[in-house]
């Protein structure tokens, strides 16, 4: 009896041991990211919180919400930003975002405004088609004014951010530690 009870929890033991190994493998490693923006009066604030996933090497967007404070404001005012939940059969664990901003930059344009510019980009899945690994289709950008209003396309070329803009943006990621 005392034989059958040892190999039973030793068998019971190294099953335990093996679920243990099994999950410490496929867990996701949380991350927060915050950075700043400053533009002409106006301040962006992002905060990014995203997980690794070591078995797929991916990373999955989980929160994003940006801030922009200005001198006509004594607090900060949340952006609304373009993001919906997303599921993916590679992160069971929890919800993921469609998109996220992961380049950002102050554009100046030639009469001195101060501009702010977002680059998005989109999370692959079957829930979004238009978003292709391979390539950049699924991506897109938008640009703010200091107080935190959408410019439209027809407005970019006339107020002349799309000149600002030209052919070499050079973005900072707000996601990046």
Not at 14 to 24: E, I, N, Q
Not at 87 to 92: D, M, N, W
Not at 168 to 174: G, K, T, W
Request: some cysteine.
């Amino acid at each position: 009896m005392r034989k059958i009870r040892i190999l039973l929890t030793t068998g019971l033991c190294a099953l335990a041991m093996g679920v243990v190994l099994a999950d410490t493998s496929t867990l996701a490693t949380p991350h927060r990211v915050e950075k700043k923006l400053t533009c002409g009066d106006a301040q962006l604030t992002a905060q990014t919180d995203y997980v690794t996933l070591p078995d797929v090497q991916k990373v999955v967007w989980t929160a994003q919400a940006i801030t922009l404070r200005n001198s006509h404001s004594a607090t900060s005012v949340p952006l609304a930003l373009e993001s919906k939940p997303l599921h993916l059969a590679y992160y069971p664990q929890g919800t993921a975002l469609d998109s996220v901003v992961l380049g950002w930059t102050c554009l100046k344009t030639s009469s001195g405004k101060h501009y702010f510019f977002l680059a998005y980009t989109c999370t692959p899945s079957p829930e979004r088609p238009a978003c292709k690994e391979e390539d950049e289709s699924g991506n897109w950008d938008r640009v703010l004014d200091t107080s935190g209003k959408r410019i439209s396309d027809q407005q970019r070329e006339r107020l002349g951010i799309n000149r600002a803009i030209g052919d070499h943006l050079q973005l900072e990621d707000p996601t990046e530690d």
